[in-house]
């Protein structure tokens, strides 16, 4: 039962010393009642405390590891249900299925293609996490070759899907390694039997929440610590409902028999993978397993998984700096804009297909476009003067020419009355740039002097 933030505050010293970075106590003791904070930010909190809010303070959806090393998947281990309340940590992770039955080629080139699903985005690499390796030969020992093909081919961490002697097969030479067991509805006790004594991390798969509840208590008493649940929906309503349902009872009302991060087999002809795929990423999936290693199926998933999974209170942000574009020179054009990552790498790629080599100077708005930017007060006229005069551009052109976003087109007065500079307002949107360099002519960019 969660402790109030009264009973917790009665636990505190009460001193209002400010060290854990709060007022008060009691805002503390609100602060760690409603899962955003941790006893271990008191200093001076006694033992008998430490040791009651230890428990009242752990995530109230646990933390399961999947995998060793660098390409460790976390799954759970979050604090909050909405992401602007504090932010989510552990980005719902896809996996992409492989079944044992394909032969030697086929197999080596599915494991190339889902290998090959990585892409560059905002600066960011973003991948698929995890391959679902599928017993459907009913040949352990075929099994067991193929997950460990997997495991070589792709370098992730792996989800073993099949019966139990399948799984205990493939274990010899996996379990250093770490894999997601996921046994079938039926052998969840033998799955448990499996997991427990190596201390893999297990999927219990049964009908609804109550049937989760029983199988998971099932598994807790035989000695597994990491769970996953899959709660097995039959249609993509079902699948958003239960992933909601579960994720309210954790974290609301902290009802630890069901709180463990929740997987979904979007694969075996589940109906509208994608769309219940994108939904879960929204709305508290853990795992998602996939059948498809078509890019054009997986980039938009790891795309809104992007959008979803950054810290709404850190926007994406490069260092300011002068990024030169192609091969710039003294007499190249000068393209300004703000930090934020998403506009700064759309900028720079319409800057790189107009095939005009260009400065693009980027000014620090603590990651905020162009138009937060200036309605923040971040990007005005005299911030942009005083770029143009200390981060060196000066020295890097011969020309005292600037192309400003179109959208702050109102700037370019103060701008040129400040710095000397003229301005030239670029287009409103970044995809019109490269027609927009393209026409200009050499002669805008002629030496200051000339
Ligand atoms: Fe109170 Fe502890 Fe915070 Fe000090 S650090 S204000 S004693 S909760």
Redesign the pocket.
């Known amino acids: 039962m969660a402790l109030t933030a009264l009973e917790i505050y009665k636990l505190?010293?009460k001193?209002?010393?400010?060290?854990?970075g709060?007022p008060?106590?009691l805002a503390?003791a609100m602060q760690i009642a409603a899962g955003k904070a941790g006893i271990d930010q008191?200093?001076?909190?006694s033992d008998e405390a430490r040791e009651t809010l230890g428990a009242a303070s752990a995530p109230p959806l646990p933390k399961v590891v999947v995998g060793t090393g660098e390409r460790a998947v976390i799954l759970g281990d979050e604090v909050v249900l909405y992401r602007h309340e504090k932010t989510f940590y552990h980005p719902t992770a896809f996996a992409i299925s492989v079944s044992d039955a394909l032969d030697g080629d086929a197999f080596r080139d599915r494991i190339r293609r889902i290998r090959s699903l990585s892409f560059e985005r905002m600066g960011e690499r973003l991948a698929v996490d995890m391959v679902a390796v599928r017993c459907d030969s009913g040949d352990p020992a075929r099994f067991a070759a193929a997950a460990a093909a997997a495991k070589e081919g792709a370098g992730t961490p792996l989800l073993l899907s099949g019966p139990c002697d399948a799984l205990a097969a493939a274990l010899p030479s996996l379990g250093p390694d770490r894999p997601l067991l996921c046994p079938p509805v039926g052998e969840g006790d033998a799955g448990a039997r499996l997991a427990a004594p190596l201390g893999l991390p297990l999927v219990v798969r049964a009908k609804g929440i109550d049937g989760l509840e029983k199988a998971l208590a099932a598994a807790r008493a035989a000695g597994v610590r990491d769970l996953v649940a899959d709660p097995m929906p039959a249609s993509l309503p079902d699948a958003v409902s239960l992933s909601v349902y579960l994720r309210r009872l954790a974290i609301l009302h902290r009802a630890r028999e069901v709180a463990v991060p929740t997987a979904f087999d979007l694969g075996n002809g589940f109906p509208s993978p994608f769309a219940a795929a994108s939904l879960l990423v929204t709305k508290y999936g853990s795992l998602l397993v996939l059948d498809s290693d078509d890019p054009a199926d997986i980039f938009p998933l790891l795309t809104l998984r992007q959008n979803i999974f950054t810290d709404p209170q850190k926007p994406i942000q490069v260092e300011a700096g002068i990024y030169p574009v192609g091969k710039a020179t003294a007499s190249s054009p000068v393209v300004i804009t703000t930090n934020f990552s998403l506009t700064f790498f759309t900028v720079r790629s319409d800057i790189e297909a107009s095939r005009v080599p260009a400065h693009l100077l980027i000014a620090d708005c603590d990651g905020m476009s162009v138009l937060t930017a200036w309605a923040a007060g971040r990007f005005t006229g005299e911030s942009i003067a005083k770029i143009l005069s200390e981060s060196g551009i000066a020295g890097a052109v011969s020309h005292r020419t600037l192309i400003l976003p179109g959208m702050v087109a109102r700037l370019s007065g103060k701008i040129e009355e400040l710095s000397g500079w003229r301005v030239l307002v670029g287009p409103q949107e970044s995809s019109a740039l490269p027609s927009y360099l393209r026409r200009l002519p050499p002669a805008a960019f002629a030496p200051a002097d000339a």
Request: proline share 19%.
């Open positions: 505190l010293p001193t209002n010393c400010k060290e854990c709060f008060t106590c503390f008191c200093p001076p909190a």
